[in-house]
């Protein structure tokens, strides 16, 4: 219901965008982590040659089989298969619903059996995708891509960061990368200036201290970090230099120097109050008592929806904006961190050059569009999305809100690595560790150092 108000809101400023390719009011439709599979399979077979003559551009019926998840909750699968269809009415897209729940384990499942009949894949996450290259699934784009002079810069470096082997496996559609959220009546109430979009780490520690109100009965927490580790340790990454990868993450340490004295200090709730009451970021920050938000911008849709269907109270959090993240010293700012959620054409499918074509259009400019309609960000941010998006009712009007679209370097929290899902789960485990005080800083990086390194 919340991505269709957000639908509904778009459909006037998307008009003109999505002229040539609108399609009669589609059925609400679906939008992370399975582990790779340990045996190593059999070097994937290259894709066709993207000279030959395209299914979908031949004229004769093709149907493509197209893996997704919730279906009735995500209105963009529908957007997508309408819009593709109208263009294209030789093409019948068929929706696969095969559940969020565990959705790449299912997806894999599906496709090591001999009968798979997927044509189209959707890759929900770098581990499973990792999943889908080792047992020869999917098939490589590059000869499509090299073909049809697809433009790899668009999606801000995050498809050099799943290249594997110098080989492309997917293209990327979406993508929510994270901004900084904060409340202005906060700060106009302390007469402090807001946010802005050029802050560095440093900038920002001492903003939120600003803002700190440790008084019983008027608390204000200058900033909130939920309990995810990437609240926390991607802050690290986006340098540049260093990636979850590693094998060392002595890096890290600044970050949750600054992380804990603010705990210390009452500059942000503890770690642990947060774990024991269950306490959502959206509770916390919709609460009017948070200053600063470090979070996805998936949650620009939902404050806006909220907000316009009293959910929220316009009262304790109506008058707020987003800058982008804060960034290390000499880092450029835009730098930030993101999911990107992409396509694949399976080493099953029968009719490899219509599967293509529809990952090139959804992933491409025309797709960004219908993805916006629904409120969604795109892989591909072109000026025309990004205007649409800011013209959203509800969207803040300042110019600071909307230069913070902007991405100049996009760090995928997870790049891809054969074995990330074990390094995922090392650095959870320590993280927890960290954060309750089981361990210290210095403990608990060491004991990441040694388990990650011990997998390379």
């Known amino acids: 219901m919340k991505k269709r108000i957000i639908s509904l809101m778009m459909s006037a400023v998307l008009a003109s965008m999505l002229a040539g390719c609108a399609a009669a009011a589609p059925a609400p439709a679906p939008a992370p982590a399975a582990e790779p599979a340990a045996e190593e399979a059999a070097a994937p077979e290259e894709a066709p040659a993207a000279e030959e003559t395209a299914e979908a551009d031949a004229g004769e019926p093709v149907t493509l089989k197209w893996a997704i998840w919730d279906e009735s909750t995500t209105q963009y699968w529908g957007d997508i298969k309408a819009a593709y269809e109208a263009k294209n009415p030789n093409v019948k897209i068929e929706m696969v619903d095969l559940g969020s729940q565990d959705y790449m384990t299912v997806l894999a499942t599906e496709l090591s059996g001999s009968g798979s009949d997927f044509d189209v894949v959707t890759i929900k996450d770098v581990p499973g995708y990792a999943t889908l290259v080792q047992k020869n699934a999917i098939i490589p784009l590059d000869d499509y891509i090299s073909a049809d002079g697809v433009d790899l810069s668009k999606y801000a470096g995050a498809t050099d960061q799943v290249v594997v082997d110098g080989k492309l496996y997917e293209l990327p559609f979406r993508n929510d990368f994270w901004v900084l959220f904060y409340n202005k009546d906060i700060f106009d109430a302390a007469g402090v200036d807001y946010p802005t979009n050029d802050m560095t780490w440093d900038e920002y520690d001492a903003l939120a201290r600003k803002v ?58 503890k770690y642990t109050d947060l774990k024991t009451e269950g306490l959502h970021y959206s509770a916390a920050f919709s609460g009017g008592d948070v200053a600063m938000l470090n979070m996805g911008s998936w949650f620009i849709a939902t404050m806006m929806t909220n907000l316009a269907s009293g959910e929220y109270d316009p009262s304790l959090c109506g008058n707020w904006g987003i800058v982008k993240y804060p960034h290390a010293e000499g880092v450029e700012p835009g730098s930030t961190l993101g999911t990107i959620t992409g396509l694949s054409v399976t080493t099953a499918c029968d009719t490899p050059d219509a599967a293509w074509d529809f990952v090139k259009w959804v992933s491409g400019e025309e797709g960004a569009a219908v993805m916006a309609s629904s409120g969604n960000f795109p892989a591909i941010m ?13 969207f803040p009007t300042d110019d600071a809100s909307k230069e913070a679209l902007n991405v100049s370097n996009l760090y995928l929290e997870v790049p891809y690595a054969a074995n990330v899902s074990e390094i995922n789960s090392i650095l959870d485990s320590y993280h927890g560790s960290i954060m309750t005080g089981e361990m210290s800083i210095d403990e608990g990086i060491d004991a990441m150092n040694k388990e990650v390194s011990a997998l390379q």
């Open 212 to 269: 700190t109100d440790t008084s019983f009965g008027s608390q204000i927490y200058g900033a909130h970090y939920h309990t995810w580790r990437s609240t926390v340790q991607l802050c690290a990454v986006l340098d540049g230099k260093h990636t979850i990868l590693d094998g060392n993450y002595d890096f890290m340490k600044p970050t949750y120097e600054m992380v804990l004295n603010q705990e210390k200090d009452g500059v942000c709730r």
């Open 382 to 394: 072109t000026d025309e999305v990004k205007a649409a998006i800011t013209s959203l009712e509800g």
